[in-house]
């Protein structure tokens, strides 16, 4: 366990939610709290065909969950459309010209639609898809900047009922191919190229490689940089142009319940991404409840998720959640520092932003930028923090706490995943006393525990596996295309129950308090990845006989990934290497998976049976000595070399 989640764990303060604060929230006390948890739990369906009835309908559903374990349907036979939920819905209210996304790029540009105005613009794009020969089912890869075009793009994949794919922007044009092609998707849509430090990343030309030998028919270009691209003629298409020549008049279809709303891929314990599906109408309950519940939306506020829509988290609480609720979301195309280290606080106090929702790796990040740049800034708009991803260290949360929130603003720190498709342990606001380092209590309708293998519960402050333990209406579905893979991975674990891949302790007071991952994934900046991931992009070059991927905890990212790497025979490790080996990672998957530090070794440590041991490995990359039992070692002498390899820093 990392030194930082050490300390999380003794962290004993309690805060309670400012009595103003609970005054106006929606749940105003534990007692409050503890009652709905109970109503949910005694009859989960009851509870959630409630929150669903909030929503519009074509059809109503005629049961709301048909279980059989693990697989769930939920508001079965309902019909609905989460593009009219998240528009049409709001126009004939006062929300029809309030402002629904707030939108500012790096250079500084500003756009501003509100609900009418984004409704046309989905209209006008779902008319220009389905000119295109998209279809409902048909599969639609989003590869953007941040921009609103990508909630647009979104939000007329899903009226139309075209799963969308979305493939974050920091992503190689390897990993958009992988992606592309696991999907399956007849349209790709891009971008010329987008905003970040002041440079253009060339999402067309990264579009254009990965479609080298691909037979898509249909290319969709935004125009954003205004940089030379290449174009091929018959399959490339500008956006402006499309929508053009498109009608603004779009009547949003029924969809069933379980139609597949969109896939998102997800790093997981092998080299190969999952494609992790989500479905039309649990994903839309689950969202808009979590969001007007952990977030105690009301109408004057403007909400500000800082995530990429290219995350779950952008998908969930920068375009459905929000918009679902009504809300004003801010966007943001760029770098948190770019072009000084306050322009998060720039457009906190230029919009006044009440509800902001970030992740601990930009807490600490801009903590060690320093007080200054928050001092510039006048945050008073603020009235409620969010932080996800990660675990958060006692020492940022305090930080955020005292110098974003002032003192006065609650903090949730909200647990979920991308296969949990919405919050899942959060406190509420008005509500829950926050413990720095804790995600609280469970979301009413979240039967969540903490067990050991054999699906006992633990005792309080044992540590164990976090599961999930009844069906909630935005669970994946399925991994596209694998269904045994699904099961494998998140029921075959501990019989009968979800298996989150999360190691989690539960307090005496029922606080939840998750230590992080028990398989080889690890949390890079708040960014999953797999450590088989990486080594099988650091294999697949050619000076390399061999690798092995960790996780190092590191001060402002959580981890940090460290490579061990045997060159291939006659090949000279060395700086040289270093660099070729970090590029080739990056063309292969992406900056955000660069190696921080790379160590070369003869050999690396292995048991009698040949399998690389990594507990080894995790020790001598966070600098401890390797512990625990060496006896199933083969060679001992390779330890000795690795702990004195100084290795190649980043
Ligand atoms: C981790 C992001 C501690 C956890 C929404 C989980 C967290 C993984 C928290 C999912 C939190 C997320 N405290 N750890 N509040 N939130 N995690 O799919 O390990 O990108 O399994 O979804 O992030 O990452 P994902």
């Not at 720190?413 to 829950?432: F, K, N, V």
């Amino acid at each position: 366990m990392s030194e930082m989640i050490e300390s999380v764990l003794h962290e004993k303060r309690v805060f309670e939610p400012a009595k103003e604060f609970a005054q106006r929230a929606r749940i105003k006390s534990m007692t409050e709290y503890e009652a709905l948890y109970k109503r949910a739990e005694e009859d989960l369906e009851g509870f959630w065909g409630d929150v669903a009835r909030e929503l519009h309908w074509f059809e109503p559903w005629s049961q709301v969950l048909e279980w059989n374990l693990p697989d769930s349907r939920w508001f079965v036979g309902g019909k609905t459309n989460i593009s009219y939920n998240c528009l049409d819905r709001h126009l004939i209210t006062e929300r029809r010209n309030k402002a629904a996304l707030i939108w500012e790029g790096e250079p500084g540009d500003q756009r501003i639609l509100t609900y009418q105005q984004l409704h046309r613009e989905v209209c006008l794009f779902a008319n220009a898809l389905e000119s295109l020969g998209v279809k409902k089912g048909d599969r639609v890869a989003i590869y953007l900047p941040l921009i609103p075009e990508a909630a647009i793009a979104m939000l007329a994949c899903a009226r139309i009922g075209a799963p969308h794919s979305i493939v974050f922007g920091g992503f190689s044009a390897e990993a958009l191919r992988d992606r592309v092609d696991d999907a399956g998707a007849k349209v790709v849509i891009t971008a010329d190229g987008g905003w970040r430090r002041g440079k253009v990343v060339p999402l067309k030309d990264n579009t254009d490689k990965a479609l080298e030998n691909s037979e898509i028919s249909h290319v969709i270009v935004v125009k954003r940089c205004e940089n030379d691209i290449a174009w091929r003629n018959g399959r490339d298409h500008w956006w402006h142009e499309l929508v053009a020549d498109a009608s603004a008049k779009h009547e949003a279809p029924a969809h069933d319940a379980e139609h597949p709303l969109f896939m998102l891929y997800t790093s997981g314990t092998t080299g190969k991404p999952k494609g992790i599906l989500h479905t039309t109408g649990g994903y839309m309950v689950g969202t808009y409840f979590t969001t007007r519940m952990v977030f105690d939306l009301r109408e004057e506020d403007t909400f500000w998720c800082t995530a990429d829509v290219g995350w779950i988290t952008g998908h969930s609480y920068i375009v459905y959640g929000p918009l679902a609720n009504g809300a004003a979301c801010v966007m943001y195309e760029g770098a948190p520092n770019y072009p000084e280290p306050d322009r998060f606080w720039d457009l906190c106090e230029k919009y006044e932003v009440s509800v902001f929702y970030t992740a601990p790796t930009a807490i600490r990040a801009f903590h060690r930028w320093g007080d200054q740049w928050v001092d510039k800034h006048d945050l008073s708009s603020l009235r409620l923090l969010g932080t996800v991803g990660e675990p958060i260290n006692p020492e940022a949360w305090m930080w955020y706490h005292n110098k974003i929130g002032g003192g006065r603003c609650p903090i949730v720190d909200t647990w979920w995943q991308t296969e949990t498709g919405a919050i899942m342990i959060s406190p509420l606001p008005g509500a829950t006393p926050t413990k720095p380092g804790s995600a609280t209590r469970p979301l009413p309708g979240i039967i969540a525990d903490v067990v050991k293998k054999d699906g006992t519960s633990c005792a309080a402050n044992e540590g164990g596996f976090l599961v999930i333990k009844q069906p909630w209406p935005s669970m994946l579905r399925t991994i596209y295309r694998d269904h045994d893979r699904f099961i494998k991975t998140y029921f075959g674990e501990i019989q009968g129950f979800y298996f989150a891949g999360d190691g989690a302790r539960r307090d005496e007071d029922g606080y939840f308090w998750i230590m992080g991952r028990v398989d080889d994934v690890i949390n890079v900046a708040g960014h999953r990845l797999s450590t088989m991931e990486v080594e099988s992009a650091l294999v697949a070059h050619e000076n390399v006989a061999e690798a092995a991927v960790v996780g190092r905890p590191d001060e402002v990212t959580g981890q940090a990934i460290v490579a061990f790497v045997t060159p291939m025979s006659g090949v000279a490790a060395g700086e040289e290497l270093g660099v070729e080996l970090r590029k080739h990672v990056t063309d292969q998957i992406g900056a955000l998976a660069r190696p921080a530090q790379i160590r070369f070794a003869d050999a690396l440590p292995k048991t009698r049976s040949g399998k690389i041991m990594r507990r080894l490995l995790r020790d001598i990359a966070s600098g401890s000595t390797a512990k625990g039992d060496l006896t199933t070692l083969e060679d001992a002498s390779i330890l000795e070399k690795l702990a004195q390899e100084r290795g190649d820093e980043e």
